[in-house]
């Protein structure tokens, strides 16, 4: 039986999953800023797709933090979902196709983002035969890259209910950190190794913030 909540909390300037134990007492949490977009004076918005981001990475993190998974929680609360969803609807071009992680690999980041900052997203889907191999891969790669110069923070997420899929989530002090990494010698390995495991092809995404 579970014997944690978890509680997310969208304010106007951060994302916040907070996990409570069957006497209410805080076991632990996670937070994320979320960033202020100023288009003229005197008007201020936010981007529904970051902080849909946002939300899937401090409940992983909340979770990753004392060794817990998603079946742990009875239940979660969250404020603001109705406003949250009312304005990404619009957005969509089909459903939000909402996923649970768990944390994999998960590390304090090592900066903080800045102007320049690239956001990378890849998802990663294996044959199930060959989900531990890809565990070792992928907790490698983290590894190593968390080293590589220009790495913000380097975390890998599985998903729950599929654990032969992942999502590796980077930040890049800039996009020649980024073309960097992608020339040494571990994430040419990993590639290599991977390729004759995936189910699908490697999706690797890259984001950079608005202005």
Do not use: C
Not at 23 to 42: F, H, S
Not at 59 to 71: H, N, P, T, Y
Not at 147 to 158: H, S
């Amino acid at each position: 039986m579970s014997r944690y909540v978890g509680a997310l909390d969208q304010g106007t300037t951060s994302t916040r999953f907070m996990i409570f134990d069957h006497d209410g007492a805080t076991v632990t949490g996670a937070q994320r800023e979320t960033r202020q977009i100023y288009p003229q004076p005197g008007w201020v918005e936010q981007d529904a797709a970051e902080i849909w981001d946002n939300a899937q990475i401090v409940i992983a993190r909340a979770l990753s933090s004392v060794g817990l998974a998603a079946r742990d929680l009875a239940a979660v609360a969250a404020a603001s979902t109705t406003a949250f969803r009312d304005k990404l609807q619009p957005l969509l071009i089909g459903g939000t196709g909402i996923r649970v992680f768990g944390g994999l690999s998960v590390a304090a980041p090592s900066g903080r983002p800045g102007p320049r900052t690239l956001y990378v997203l890849a998802h990663v889907d294996v044959f199930p035969a060959g989900k531990d191999q890809a565990v070792d891969l992928v907790r490698a790669l983290a590894d190593a890259g968390r080293k590589d110069n220009g790495n913000l923070w380097f975390d890998v997420l599985q998903q729950d209910g599929r654990p032969n899929h992942f999502t590796l989530f980077e930040g890049w002090r800039d996009r020649k950190a980024f073309d960097a990494s992608i020339t040494t010698a571990h994430t040419k390995e990993f590639r290599q190794k991977l390729n004759p495991l995936e189910g699908a092809l490697y999706d690797e995404r890259l984001y950079q913030a608005v202005h």
